[in-house]
């Protein structure tokens, strides 16, 4: 598996040798190669480097505070009164690769097309609610424009839509 993290320095002085000086010290990474910004798990992608490209993404608010939105993502089946995550005929549960609570959740790929895709979640407080990123990355070679704009829609749709409502909004 693949474990991105988000890199402060965005690249400056990290080598293939040396990996990221901002993270080495965190104990579920031991980057390898830091590239736009990205670093990556070396044990997770078999000691190879892998690059990702940032396909989208968006911030937005959500009306419930982080503890809870936390738990809708990383149990979206948690609330059978509430449901928000209805997948598509070509659409498959998301795996949680990584999750720190209450910011950070990492999704396998909901698509059977582009199975190589994940879904990265931060999570901050905003407010009484909170305020969600979310950024889709891909390995190469990135999708068309046409699947790209697809997957966005398709990610936007449920996180800021479905999940939205899910909460009354």
Known sequence: ?????????????????GGCPHRSSEPHVEPELCVAGRVFDRRRTGGDTVVM????????????PPA????????????????????????????VLEAVR???????????????????????????GSALSWTLSVTEPAPDD???????RRVNELINASLRYSFGQ
């Open 1 to 17: 598996m693949i474990m991105p993290e988000r890199c402060s320095c965005q690249g400056a002085g990290h080598t293939a040798a």
């Open 53 to 64: 490209i940032e396909i989208g993404g968006r911030r937005r608010t959500q009306p419930a």
């Open 68 to 95: 809870v939105i936390f738990e809708a993502l990383t149990q979206p089946d948690r609330d059978p009164a509430r449901p928000w995550l209805l997948l598509l005929d070509d659409e498959q549960p998301p795996l």
């Open 102 to 128: 209450p910011s950070l959740v990492l999704w396998s790929s909901l698509w059977t097309k582009r199975p190589d895709a994940f879904l990265r979640f931060d999570i901050a407080a905003a407010g009484a």
């Open 146 to 152: 046409a699947l790209a704009g697809q997957l966005r």
